[in-house]
């Protein structure tokens, strides 16, 4: 009974600890990995101390409950999708937040735009491979029909950063990112998060061949559309500063396929004659926590509350 009566105390505590770690960072998970455990073994060590005994292999078990525990917490933490560029901090020296990317070609390409291949690429061809424009897809095979494709488009590496066009501008308004889903990613018990910083905003005054002041004004919508097409607005801000913007939204909120879907950032306005804008890209990241809406004790709300 003594026994037991550990064991329950010690899966009260790991349980609690699960329950809670939602929205935390990697690294705050290993910290509380690390910090659970020594707390576990203190608390199993008290009530050994307490009932004067305990054999080696019931601790033994009890470590391993615990690891056993808290692993699935650790495993539930978010996972990337997909990642364009890197976030740079802009207080570090030599901050360049777009280098990475090319410049934009100033046309609003056609879906389903093309792709820039590695070398490695059975595609791949160093005299005609296509440059930056406005569709960037990961990797997979994504079939007839989507984003208009006329025929299944291999893509066995995704596209490099430098074919990610740097800035949405009042000529070339849209970035659109296509990439897979798992059907966990996609699932009902998923979360997805969206964060992007959009940095440099502009605005040039063709008729007096010079700049405007300071950054401008950018609306800027952000869209998810499934493999069906079914298109649901995620994002819509005037933006008149560098701004990080993360966004979190239940796969089941934009009826994510398991398969290819897609996100689209766009520059929707404002449009004034003889003036032209832009706002430019950091990053850009997708993650997946594919648990995080999971009801794991059973109280009919989502773990994460
Ligand atoms: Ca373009
Ligand atoms: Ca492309
Ligand atoms: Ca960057």
Known sequence: MLFVARVRTGVRFLSSFVRDQNGSGCHQKIIQFVTL????????????QSANYMSL???VVLILTGWLLTAQALWAAPESVWLIGVDEDPFASGYNPTDEFSSENYANDARPGRVTRLQGDPLYNVGSNPTADDDFYFTGIFPIGFNGLTTNLPVPF????????????????TNRVHSFLSSAQAGAQSRLRLSFE??????????????????GSHDIAVRFRNSAGTTTLIYSNRLDRDT?????FPA????????????????????????????QFDYAQLEADTSALADADGDGLPRWL
């Open 37 to 48: 455990t020594a707390r576990f073994v203190v608390l199993v060590w008290q009530r050994n």
């Open 198 to 215: 959009l940095v440099y905003g502009g605005i040039w005054l063709p008729l007096l061949g010079q700049s405007g002041e300071g950054f």
């Open 158 to 173: 995704a596209e490099p950063n430098s074919a990610w066009e740097r800035a949405l501008t009042d000529g070339d308004r």
């Open 57 to 59: 292999s019931r601790f």
């Open 252 to 279: 089941s909120s934009v009826a994510a396929s398991a398969g290819p879907n897609t996100i689209e950032f766009a520059r929707v306005g404002p449009f004034t004659a003889n003036t032209g804008y832009w706002i």
């Open 244 to 248: 990080r913007i993360v966004v979190d």
